[in-house]
């Protein structure tokens, strides 16, 4: 696992307010470690990085670390919802296109479409590319979003939505969000030409945007998705799968399309290439952290709360963080997953050692570290409401596994 160490981390009035404090009085001692922070907000960042043995994150901005608990009396959990109310306008434009975007072709199309847009989830990514795009226009001096920047998230949720329909037939997923899955209603010959659909049709908004470096940036994210179905078909129930393969895997099939997304917003504001590298870090940092704490709450949360069966990865054996770190210190994991899970008691046997051991705490130390580096990518943009919001949506998903 990464170990980094950052002294002068500076997270930003907005940031501090949302990070943690690991000291015994936690709370109580925040606007001590603001102060700290503020007064050393010019110094530099200086980072460790080391891909050697785990230990437990002590990732110090100046006196204040980032954390995971949110358990403090009057502590209010950060709301997704408040955080991209500042793209709120932005986001209702786009929920209206989808649907006439996607299926003025066919009426399965349009039944399918209706399906999955309508199935909830909170427009994540697309919001990325808003935040992006108005923080990176400011820099630039613009006042309003391009035609761009707008068509921009479009492509990036059909990409996305395109890629859950293929992954929920490659899982023979009966339910996505709550609701049944379009396979599922449709049947996978339905399901697959759904998401080849939306694919080609992001693909030809894509070329109409007339920017070539964007264009690469996002077709490299839909061969990235073939390549992490690839990784993940191949290493199936392989118990030495290394930290690496599944951190490059999980970057195949999450962070790559968080990255190249929010890099191609700040392209589409014309700033410079430093800011647009910063974007794609941050991209790819937060894309990872996400993809870490899904894998956690794959053995902490219930069915009824994941919206799909528990350990569900593991079943199928997709061997993720929290399974990696147990098997370097229970050797008697390994021999349950050779089993694949044939034996009655196994699989509980399984999720019992990988809680024992360390495994949870240690893939939360993992998503912790990556959630500060992508607040460090942040520093480049100049404080305002987005940015605030940006660095809000790494704690927000903290708290997912607080």
């Not at 955080?83 to 299926?103: C, F, M, P, Q, Y």
């Not at 761009?148 to 490659?170: G, Q």
């Not at 390549?227 to 951190?247: M, P, R, W």
Request: glycine content about 6%; overall charge neutral.
């Amino acid at each position: 696992m990464l170990s980094l160490t950052s002294p002068s981390l500076d997270l930003g009035q907005r940031g501090l307010e949302m990070a943690f404090c690991s000291c015994s009085s936690n709370w109580r001692c925040l606007k001590a470690c603001k102060r700290l922070v503020m007064s050393r907000r010019r110094q530099a960042v200086r980072c460790r990085v080391s891909a050697a043995q785990t230990q437990p994150v002590d990732v110090r901005s100046s006196g204040a670390v980032v954390s995971t608990k949110t358990s403090e009396p009057g502590r209010i959990p950060i709301s997704v919802l408040s955080l991209l109310e500042v793209v709120a306008d932005d986001l209702r434009t786009l929920n209206n296109n989808l649907k006439s975007i996607v299926g003025a072709e066919d009426p399965v199309l349009i039944s399918a479409a209706e399906q999955i847009f309508s199935a909830g989830g909170k427009r994540m990514r697309p919001a990325l590319v808003f935040l992006v795009s108005w923080s990176t226009a400011q820099i630039a001096g613009l006042n309003e979003l391009t035609t761009r920047h707008r068509r921009l998230a479009e492509i990036i949720e059909m990409i996305h939505t395109a890629s859950l329909i293929h992954d929920d037939v490659l899982d023979d997923s009966g339910m996505r969000r709550g609701k049944e899955t379009i396979h599922q209603l449709y049947g996978t010959r339905v399901a697959v030409l759904a998401g080849d659909f939306m694919f080609a049709q992001s693909s030809w908004f894509l070329a109409n945007l007339e920017n070539i470096e964007v264009i690469k940036l996002i077709s490299q994210v839909i061969k990235d998705f073939a390549s992490g179905e690839i990784k993940q078909a191949s290493s199936l129930f392989d118990c030495d799968v290394t930290l690496e393969e599944y951190l490059m895997k999980s970057y195949y099939k999450t962070a790559s399309l968080i990255a190249a997304s929010t890099k191609s917003a700040a392209i589409f504001s014309g700033v410079n290439s430093s800011v647009c590298d910063q974007m794609y870090e941050y991209g790819r940092n937060l894309g990872l952290s996400f993809q870490i704490v899904d894998d956690i709450l794959d053995f902490t949360q219930s069915a009824e709360q994941l919206g799909k069966p528990a350990a569900s990865d593991l079943v199928k054996g997709n061997l993720t963080a929290p399974v990696i770190f147990a098997l370097e210190k229970e050797p008697k994991l390994r021999d349950i997953i050779d089993t694949e899970f044939t034996e009655d008691g196994s699989l509980e046997k399984a999720i019992e050692i990988i809680h024992k051991c360390g495994g949870i705490d240690r893939a939360r130390d993992l998503a912790k570290e990556k959630a500060v580096l992508a607040i460090q990518n942040l520093q480049c943009l100049t404080p305002s409401k987005f940015r605030s919001s940006l660095e809000g949506m790494v704690m927000y998903n903290l708290e997912r596994i607080a």
